[in-house]
């Protein structure tokens, strides 16, 4: 049992437990289609009242209708079965983790998701076909949204919920045959910590049918991820819907995003070494994180472009490509370098490299990409997020009556006759529009911090003279 506390101990966790979830409804009522990003009622702060504000998100009649629905809920877990058919019935790569600490072997994983999500995105794309942006998957997600939001915030709560009971039942006098370990910082005594924090690290369950599932790398790479893309595209048909046409900012976005998961996806096996899988208890963190945080945040861009195009043009686009690029290039080749330096030594591509040789007989690499900063990767993952905030703009915008507007010139006509105009919203949508690209930052600089902490447990004296080789943590000369 430890006692050592992460994320503000139990009182960080609990407020992220429960503020999260409570930040996306939000994200959904003050960003709407109703009366602007944000509402106008908190552009003017002063004389804001309750009545404005229920008024500007739709819910002067609201009930709990407006939030919750048994139907929305029931489709939502089929969405969940019909992932766990696929990842059941379609072929499947099998791959072994890395060693569990206290037995000394490692996990088989079973990966099938990037074929999953062909597979849900070409019936989609065939109902699009025939039935265009009104197919009815794309009209109820948009209908449906929050109801939609809710649903899956209930099921990640169920789900941790299960995990933090079912980790009790965990053998913890190792080894165990069934090789279940509990996550070295999961295990504090503090049910509020542990809950969130995950107390087993790789829970499996074995289901009629579906056989033994892995919760948490199916979680991580599956309905989360797939669902990010149909939000995406629910939104560009419903821009389509809204205003007759569909901009190539939204495709755009839609586009980068989806080479995002899918790429992700295609390599979903790299996740195994991530800290997520290797260090990382099952709770609450991962399972919202996974489940809602993603696919609901992630898509905001797509959201706000629904409601208010941006016409970018081959210039920008080629400017924001350019960012995509950079990022993709720089992640993908520091983290070939160490999967070859760490897999095929001899290499001629890395066999060269500068490295330290450690007491535990591992080697720490000093050189190429991993001698610019210790986490030059992180920088490449960034740099790939920026793009999906990237096209929103100078975010903001005013959804008006028709034959409110004078001045049309910077109107965004609507095909029910209301118009969408930018005025004194112009920059405070980026709130909402660029929070992933905070929120990424921060937690890619947490999560090296975390990472250099048990590092500097686990190699002591080798990785203090690491540091004295390696300066920067992430971005050379800034950090």
Known sequence: MTTEYEFGGPLGAGAITFGLPLLLYVFAFACNDVAGCPIPSLLHIRSI????????????????????????????????????????????????????????????YRFN????????????????????????????????????????????????AFLYAYSFTADTNYPNRDLRELAAGGATGNPIY???????????VTLPFFGEVDIKTWCEVCPGLTGWILLDLAFVAKQYRTYGYVSDSIVFTTAVQAYYVL?????????????DITTDGMGFMLSFGDLVWVPFLYSTQCRY???????????????????????????????NQKHAFRTQPDNPAVANLSY???KRGTRLLTAGWWGVSRHINYFGDWLQALPFSLPTGLAGYMILPEGSVTD???????LDGRVAVQGPAVGWGMIFTYFYVLYFG????????????????????DWKEYKKIVRWRILPWVY
């Not at 809920?73 to 089929?78: D, R």
């Not at 542990?194 to 499996?204: C, H």
């Not at 790429?263 to 800290?275: A, D, R, V």
Request: proline content about 4%; aromatic content about 12%; glycine content about 6%.
């Open 49 to 108: 009242t309750w009545e404005k504000v229920k008024a500007d998100t739709g819910l002067v009649n609201a009930s709990i209708a407006n939030f919750f629905s048994w139907e929305v809920t029931l489709v939502t877990i089929a969405y969940y079965i019909l992932g766990l058919l696929l990842w059941r019935i379609l072929p499947a790569k099998q791959v072994h983790g890395t060693k569990l600490v206290h037995h000394g072997r490692p996990l088989l």
């Open 113 to 160: 998701a990037f074929s999953a999500s062909v597979v849900i995105l070409v019936i989609c794309a065939a109902g699009t076909y025939l039935q265009g942006a009104d197919f009815p998957v794309w009209t109820y997600i948009t209908d449906n949204y929050v109801q939609l939001l809710t649903a899956n915030i209930l099921i990640a709560y169920v789900l941790s």
């Open 194 to 204: 542990d809950f969130f924090i995950g107390r087993e690290l790789n829970p499996r």
């Open 263 to 275: 790429s992700s996806q295609y390599n979903e096996s790299s996740i195994l070494t991530m800290m």
């Open 305 to 335: 472009l629904s409601a208010y195009p941006v016409h970018l043009g081959w210039p920008r686009i080629a400017t924001v490509s350019a960012v995509f690029a950079l990022g993709i290039c720089i992640f993908k080749a520091a983290n």
């Open 356 to 358: 330290i040789q450690t």
């Open 408 to 414: 049309t010139s910077q109107a965004v006509p609507m």
């Open 442 to 461: 921060i937690l890619l600089i947490h999560r090296e911090r975390r990472d250099d902490a048990m590092c500097a447990k686990k190699y002591g004296d």
